[in-house]
């Protein structure tokens, strides 16, 4: 006889027990330490910190260590911390244009004031293995940089150039003083105003953003992008307490910044003009910020009129879609017992199966009882 | 109130205080239109009652425009209190307040005046706290949800045309305003889901 | 390193509390209403009871007795789980018995034993929107509420009864609460939907990624949705439990061998265990 097995408990501290196992590995390697990961995985503690929208790089280390490297769950970690943080208010607006950038390209001028500095980036690697990398640090010199990107550079934003002339659009001022919305404060509403959908790009997935972004590429809301700026650096933060009444400040962080120039358009009251869209987020992320501001601008295609129902401009779609943590949670809730509802599917299942053969039978002895009449008739 | 010192009016446990306060409140309108205990070791604070304090501790903060009658409105230590405990905004628009106060139920009408919520977001709505003198159980009839069967409940001192009034608030469901009598330390709730009838 | 915090009873933070409590307030006035919540990132992941568990910790004091069950057991592992997070978090006495419990937080199940004033039920539900899956849009369901017009829902029950003779929808089957709103009973089956009609105890839903909270207040009127002519069935699979030999409760197929032989035992475990200690082991 079947007995229910009791034993749940068990079995969770079981497999909390070898997970601790797998996550060490084998323990004659030595273990990794937080100032390894958080030095030498910069690019992973970027896409935590910007997606767990949290700035915070030891703990992105500690999250990534104890997730063995599944970023998702790091940043999942670092968005449940966050969650229990007292909040003190809201920081002074930053200015981008302050940045103290270590690298900036544009793609629509061959120079520029403040001038275009590749700073450190994969764009022109070989992507060929590198066999030095496998040997031991203290075996191998240490890169030394000589005079370049010694001192960051502070420059205006290029798309200022555009707007002087008028040949882009304004960039919008955004937020009311004294109304900053907040997605995590309050329940994302639709249609949400674009400082809510740019702050759940800001925390959305890299690779869900990468594929909107692409397919406007390939002509599902084609928006003929040029990439007007990308700028990385670090800005300074302030904070005005109540009780001071003055600014203090807080620190820097490192933000990677892309402003897109896009298809222009015009109308009877307007000249014809570029039109933007906008990525911003922590750390160093091309990929991120740049697939942002697609997706930005896609999104935008419904205030601009050029609406086509294409996903990346489909706003409900996007924005309830984009987000890892929640995304990850209820498909992988799939793995969670369900055998009540399938249960009762499996009780319906077999009443429509039965009913379904009753009608057959039923249906097959009337043909056969019409067709023997018709065989009688014409006899 | 001379004499309390309303910067340590304020409850002494206040996670557990505004737990008891919030399970009040809420078995108040699961069981609507029947008196329960509202626990409260608040001093009063101005014309404000300890247990609308305490409901006000326990729902409002910075989030939540606060609306005061005109005969709480005057009391300069109340609005001291509101500011220095739970930072909630007074208004002057009470279309604006998630919370509105009264030191008696004559001062409700009319019901209309508040938020009333909107077709798709109903819960958009004021709550009224109410001060009264005593609860009684004769004056109307309720049904509806949270009553197995229909229950009398009164006010006093009893707002005149309360009855229309309840009725004009139910005839808008799902928008309408939902009211929190405090007397003493008991509260009652009406939600806007009850329909009345006079005895 | 920064320190970590300490967390607060319950783990949400008081600020948060206010928040969910101000929501519960407002669910309860208007019955069926989905009242949004600005829901926090939890501990588990979403999809795993993080709206139930929302709900739980803004209600929770000390003097609650809490019990958790999953398809109707306390010992499925996400049971245990949440159980264990609130005995650690708030220190809460933790029961398996229902009449005992002040808290009962459920994912899939209705307890079979009665439930009474003196208890809350909270349903963790995945997607509170009952027309979601007939139309995706928020901006679209919203309006559908705000003018009570349910077509489309009806149109689909219909659809149901042309193609197969019966409406097809074995859980999460609608319902109408207090004439006003249809309501999603979160995916318990068909079988407990009469239980919700008419509760002494208040019923609350927490939808943590959806960020939604409801309620059904105690003694409230609940319909499945019907037609005159196929009203509403409760649905069992007829047998009895090989455990405790209950014919009323529902009960879970359990696949014995290799060859397809099957049993069949009570899915709500309390209530199995109640009963064996009654009548004594089945030989």
Same mark, same amino acid.
Request: net charge negative; charged share 25%.
């Given at each position: 006889?079947?007995?229910?097995?009791?034993?749940?408990?068990?079995?969770?501290?079981?497999?909390?027990?070898?997970?601790?196992?797998? =996550?060490?590995?084998?323990?004659?390697?030595?273990?990794?330490?937080?100032?390894?990961?958080?030095?030498?995985?910069?690019?992973?503690?970027?896409?935590?910190?910007?997606?767990?929208?949290?700035?915070? /790089?030891?703990?992105?280390?500690?999250?990534?260590?104890?997730? $063995?490297?599944?970023?998702?769950?790091?940043?999942?970690?670092?968005?449940?911390?966050?969650? &229990?943080?007292?909040?003190?208010?809201?920081?002074?607006?930053?200015? &981008?244009?302050?940045?103290?950038?270590?690298? $900036?390209?544009?793609?629509?001028?061959?120079?520029?004031?403040?001038?275009?500095?590749?700073?450190?980036?994969?764009?022109?690697?070989? =992507?060929?293995?590198?066999?030095?990398?496998?040997?031991?640090?203290?075996?191998?010199?240490?890169?030394?940089?000589?005079?370049?990107?010694?001192?960051?550079?502070?420059?205006?934003?290029?798309?200022?150039?555009?707007?002087?002339?008028?040949?882009?659009?304004?960039?919008?001022?955004?937020?009311?003083?004294?109304?900053?919305?907040?997605? !995590? =404060?309050?329940?994302?509403?639709?249609?949400?105003?674009?400082?809510?959908?740019?702050?759940?790009?800001?925390?959305?997935?890299?690779?869900?953003?990468?594929?909107?972004?692409?397919?406007?590429?390939?002509?599902?809301? =084609?928006?003929?992008?040029?990439?007007?700026?990308?700028?990385?650096?670090?800005?300074?933060?302030?904070?005005?307490?109540?009780?001071?009444?003055?600014?203090?400040?807080?620190?820097?962080? &490192?933000?990677?910044?892309?402003?897109?120039?896009?298809?222009?358009?015009?109308?009877? !009251?307007?000249?014809?003009?570029? &039109?933007?869209?906008?990525?911003?987020?922590?750390?160093?992320?091309?990929?991120?910020?740049?697939?942002?501001?697609?997706?930005?601008?896609?999104?935008?295609?419904?205030?601009?009129?050029?609406?086509?129902?294409? /996903?990346?401009?489909?706003?409900?779609?996007?924005?309830?879609?984009?987000?890892?943590?929640?995304?990850?949670?209820?498909?992988?809730?799939?793995?969670?017992?369900?055998?009540?509802?399938?249960?009762?599917?499996?009780?319906?299942?077999?009443?429509?199966?039965?009913?379904?053969?009753?009608?057959?039978?039923?249906?097959?002895?009337?043909?056969?009882?019409?067709?023997?009449?018709?065989?009688?008739?014409?006899? | 109130?001379?004499?309390?010192?309303?910067?340590?009016?304020?409850?002494?446990?206040?996670?557990?205080?505004?737990?008891?306060?919030?399970?009040?409140?809420?078995?108040?309108?699961?069981?609507?239109?029947?008196?329960?205990?509202?626990?409260?070791?608040?001093?009063?604070?101005?014309?404000?009652?300890?247990?609308?304090?305490?409901?006000?501790?326990?729902?409002?903060?910075?989030?939540?425009?606060?609306?005061?009658?005109?005969?709480?409105?005057?009391?300069?230590?109340?609005?001291?209190?509101?500011?220095?405990?739970?930072?909630?905004?007074?208004?002057?628009?009470?279309?604006?307040?998630?919370?509105?106060?009264?030191?008696?139920?004559?001062?409700?009408?009319?019901?209309?005046?508040?938020?009333?919520?909107?077709?798709?977001?109903?819960?958009?709505?004021?709550?009224?706290?109410?001060?009264?003198?005593?609860?009684?159980?004769?004056?109307?009839?309720?049904?509806?949800?949270?009553?197995?069967?229909?229950?009398?409940?009164?006010?006093?001192?009893?707002?005149?045309?309360?009855?229309?009034?309840?009725?004009?608030?139910?005839?808008?469901?799902?928008?309408?305003?939902?009211?929190?009598?405090?007397?003493?330390?008991?509260?009652?709730?009406?939600?806007?889901?009850?329909?009345?009838?006079?005895? | 390193?920064?320190?970590?915090?300490?967390?607060?009873?319950?783990? *949400?933070?008081?600020?948060?509390?206010?928040?969910?409590?101000?929501?519960?307030?407002?669910?309860?006035?208007?019955?069926?209403?989905?009242?949004?919540?600005?829901?926090?990132?939890?501990?588990?992941?979403?999809?795993?009871?993080?709206?139930?568990?929302?709900?739980?910790?803004?209600?929770?004091?000390?003097?609650?007795?809490?019990?958790?069950? %999953?398809?109707?057991?306390?010992?499925?592992?996400?049971?245990?789980?949440?159980?264990?997070?609130?005995?650690?978090?708030?220190?809460?006495?933790?029961?398996?018995?229902?009449?005992?419990?002040?808290?009962?937080?459920?994912?899939?199940?209705?307890?079979?034993?009665?439930?009474?004033?003196?208890?809350?039920?909270?349903?963790?539900?995945?997607?509170?929107?009952?027309?979601?899956?007939?139309?995706?849009?928020?901006?679209?369901?919203?309006?559908?509420?705000?003018?009570?017009?349910?077509?489309?829902?009806?149109?689909?029950?219909?659809?149901?009864?042309?193609?197969?003779?019966?409406?097809?929808?074995?859980?999460?089957?609608?319902?109408?609460?207090?004439?006003?709103?249809?309501?999603?009973?979160?995916?318990?089956?068909?079988?407990?939907?009469?239980?919700?009609?008419?509760?002494?105890?208040?019923?609350?839903?927490?939808?943590?990624?959806?960020?939604?909270?409801?309620?059904?207040?105690?003694?409230?009127?609940?319909?499945?949705?019907?037609?005159?002519?196929?009203?509403?069935?409760?649905?069992?699979?007829?047998?009895?439990?090989?455990?405790?030999?209950?014919?009323?409760?529902? *009960?879970?197929?359990?696949?014995?061998?290799?060859?397809?032989?099957?049993?069949?035992?009570?899915? %709500?475990?309390?209530?199995?265990?109640?009963?064996?200690?009654?009548?004594?082991? *089945?030989?």
């Amino acid at each position: 006889m079947y007995v229910a097995v009791k034993g749940g408990e068990q079995a969770i501290d079981n497999a909390h027990l070898l997970l601790a196992r797998d =996550r060490r590995g084998d323990p004659a390697v030595p273990e990794l330490s937080i100032d390894q990961i958080r030095e030498q995985m910069t690019l992973a503690i970027a896409r935590v910190m910007a997606e767990g929208s949290l700035y915070e /790089p030891d703990l992105a280390a500690l999250a990534i260590k104890q997730a $063995r490297g599944d970023l998702i769950e790091a940043i999942f970690l670092l968005r449940a911390y966050r969650t &229990t943080l007292p909040r003190f208010g809201d920081c002074v607006p930053m200015d &981008t244009a302050d940045m103290s950038i270590r690298r $900036r390209v544009s793609a629509v001028f061959k120079d520029l004031p403040g001038g275009q500095i590749l700073g450190p980036t994969f764009d022109y690697t070989h =992507r060929l293995l590198d066999p030095d990398l496998a040997i031991a640090d203290d075996e191998r010199p240490c890169p030394i940089v000589a005079s370049v990107g010694a001192e960051p550079v502070v420059a205006p934003h290029i798309l200022q150039i555009l707007d002087r002339e008028g040949l882009v659009e304004a960039p919008q001022s955004g937020v009311d003083a004294g109304v900053e919305e907040d997605l !995590t =404060r309050t329940p994302l509403e639709f249609p949400a105003c674009r400082e809510l959908r740019l702050q759940a790009l800001a925390r959305g997935d890299e690779g869900f953003l990468l594929a909107l972004g692409y397919s406007t590429q390939r002509g599902y809301g =084609r928006t003929h992008p040029f990439a007007g700026e990308i700028r990385i650096g670090e800005v300074e933060l302030s904070f005005v307490p109540a009780e001071l009444g003055f600014e203090v400040p807080l620190g820097a962080v &490192t933000i990677t910044e892309c402003e897109m120039v896009n298809q222009f358009r015009g109308s009877e !009251t307007q000249a014809p003009q570029f &039109t933007r869209g906008y990525g911003c987020v922590f750390g160093q992320s091309e990929r991120k910020a740049m697939s942002m501001a697609l997706v930005d601008r896609a999104l935008r295609a419904n205030d601009l009129g050029e609406a086509s129902g294409v /996903p990346a401009q489909d706003e409900e779609f996007v924005l309830s879609h984009c987000d890892n943590v929640q995304a990850t949670g209820f498909v992988e809730h799939l793995k969670l017992p369900h055998y009540v509802d399938f249960q009762a599917e499996l009780a319906l299942l077999r009443q429509l199966r039965d009913d379904w053969s009753e009608k057959r039978i039923a249906k097959a002895d009337a043909d056969r009882s019409a067709k023997e009449q018709q065989e009688e008739a014409a006899e | 109130m001379e004499g309390v010192d309303q910067l340590s009016n304020s409850f002494l446990k206040p996670v557990g205080d505004s737990h008891e306060v919030f399970r009040a409140a809420m078995n108040a309108l699961a069981y609507p239109a029947q008196p329960r205990v509202l626990p409260s070791d608040l001093s009063p604070c101005g014309p404000m009652a300890p247990g609308s304090l305490a409901l006000l501790l326990t729902l409002a903060d910075h989030d939540t425009p606060v609306w005061l009658a005109s005969s709480l409105a005057t009391s300069e230590s109340l609005r001291k209190f509101i500011a220095f405990h739970c930072g909630a905004p007074v208004v002057d628009d009470p279309t604006l307040a998630a919370f509105a106060f009264f030191s008696s139920p004559l001062e409700l009408a009319p019901l209309a005046r508040f938020a009333q919520g909107d077709p798709d977001y109903p819960d958009r709505s004021t709550t009224l706290i109410v001060q009264v003198e005593a609860f009684d159980d004769c004056a109307w009839r309720f049904s509806g949800p949270g009553l197995s069967s229909p229950r009398s409940f009164g006010v006093s001192p009893a707002p005149k045309g309360f009855a229309d009034m309840w009725t004009a608030n139910h005839a808008g469901f799902p928008l309408g305003v939902d009211l929190l009598f405090v007397c003493g330390k008991e509260i009652a709730a009406l939600p806007r889901s009850l329909r009345i009838s006079e005895i | 390193m920064s320190d970590l915090p300490e967390y607060n009873f319950a783990y *949400l933070d008081e600020q948060t509390k206010r928040m969910i409590r101000r929501a519960i307030l407002k669910a309860i006035a208007i019955p069926g209403y989905q009242t949004p919540f600005a829901s926090r990132e939890m501990p588990m992941p979403y999809g795993w009871g993080t709206g139930g568990v929302q709900v739980t910790a803004a209600i929770l004091g000390t003097d609650d007795v809490l019990k958790v069950i %999953d398809q109707g057991s306390d010992d499925t592992t996400n049971a245990v789980s949440i159980r264990k997070f609130f005995a650690r978090t708030a220190g809460v006495r933790t029961t398996t018995r229902t009449p005992e419990a002040t808290i009962i937080q459920t994912r899939h199940r209705i307890p079979e034993t009665a439930l009474g004033e003196h208890q809350v039920i909270v349903y963790q539900v995945p997607i509170p929107e009952p027309l979601r899956f007939l139309e995706p849009r928020e901006t679209e369901t919203r309006r559908m509420h705000a003018l009570e017009d349910y077509g489309v829902m009806h149109v689909k029950l219909y659809e149901d009864i042309a193609q197969h003779g019966h409406i097809a929808t074995a859980y999460a089957y609608p319902v109408k609460v207090d004439e006003r709103y249809v309501m999603d009973p979160s995916p318990t089956p068909k079988f407990d939907n009469p239980k919700m009609n008419q509760c002494p105890a208040l019923q609350l839903f927490g939808a943590g990624r959806e960020k939604r909270i409801y309620a059904i207040p105690p003694y409230t009127r609940v319909v499945s949705l019907d037609f005159e002519d196929h009203p509403f069935e409760r649905t069992r699979i007829s047998g009895a439990c090989s455990l405790c030999n209950s014919t009323k409760a529902f *009960l879970d197929e359990v696949i014995t061998d290799d060859q397809g032989g099957r049993a069949f035992m009570c899915s %709500d475990t309390d209530y199995c265990e109640q009963a064996r200690s009654r009548i004594g082991p *089945l030989s």
